[in-house]
């Protein structure tokens, strides 16, 4: 009978012999064209990842060049290593539901899943082509990845709500981050069915779009974009105790002269190994003219102690399963 270590090494010769690096670790290459399994690059921008199981899926605004004048759609991919991505389906079809006229837009697409209902409950922006609706769309499914269907429209808590973030922490407990444009960004728990907004945890009365947080060793980190539209600016990050503050002052992810390397964030997500974790920064990397051409911007980030930063992007990996990222130089 072979050994248990006579086998890893057969398979790590087969590996090399096919070619393949004995390593579970998957290769990312932030800015270039990301193909899923069609060969067709992912259309999930302004996106969101939702974890079930050992799945992750990825839903986006999906600005395909041959989608259809006057609807809005968002995809759906699954992965289970974050790096090679199967299409599911274009989880949304939609046309103008509020009847807000030409360049209406429906974007920042996130998906909870609520364990209670077995509901797929997604928020998107949903706006005029002007940007004075400042909504929320809500849109159910019972599937993941099923066509998702159109419930309301509404103001969160009365707010203004323009881009639109989701935080789910450790306790499983679900939050709406969005943008209030006169006064900062609110964090707001769902309600128990997450069919609406509740209670607000949070103004953070910082002008910000793209607002993620993550919940890192005890301390909550936010971030977000400056408003400058699709042009990249420098994203600030902040810590806080408890959600609901006191926030530090927001200082800086890299350089403010590198813009975000010419991204803007949509979202952080923790990977949680067997011997490190990692948070991810996923941002979009905006080409307003040739926006199916959008493309996306993961690094893992440099966080731990109040600290936090984006690294200069290059090639880096991940293992999925021991949490361990390794940037190329
Ligand atoms: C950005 C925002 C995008 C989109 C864009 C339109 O600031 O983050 O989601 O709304 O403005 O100009």
Known sequence: MKTISSVVSLCAVA???????????????????????????IQAHGGGILK??????????????NNQRG???????SSTNLAHWTFR?????????ENLGRGWILERPKVFYNAATKKFVMYAHIDNGTYKVASVAVLTSDTVDGDYQYLKTFRPL?????DIGQFVDDDGAAYLIFEDRPFGFRIATLSKDYLTVETEVCLIPEHMEGGAVVHYNGL?????????GWNPNPNKFATAKSLAGPWSEFKDIALPEKNTYGSQSSMMVKIVGTKATTVIF???????????DSRYLWMPLEIGDGKLALPEPHAWTLDIKTGEASVKK
Do not use: M
Not at 89 to 97: M, R
């Open 15 to 41: 590996a090399v012999l096919l070619g393949r690096p004995a390593t579970a670790a998957e290769t990312f290459k932030p800015g270039e064209v990301w193909p899923d399994d069609r060969g067709q690059h």
């Open 52 to 65: 079930l199981g050992d799945t992750y899926y990825w839903f986006g605004e999906d600005r395909a060049q």
């Open 71 to 77: 609807l809005r759609y968002v995809s759906c991919y």
């Open 89 to 97: 389906n274009q989880v949304v079809k939609l046309a103008d539901p």
């Open 158 to 162: 009365g707010h203004e709500s323009r």
């Open 220 to 228: 909550y980190y936010a971030l977000g974009s400056a408003l400058t």
């Open 282 to 292: 996923l941002g979009d990397i905006w080409k307003p003219r040739t926006q199916w």
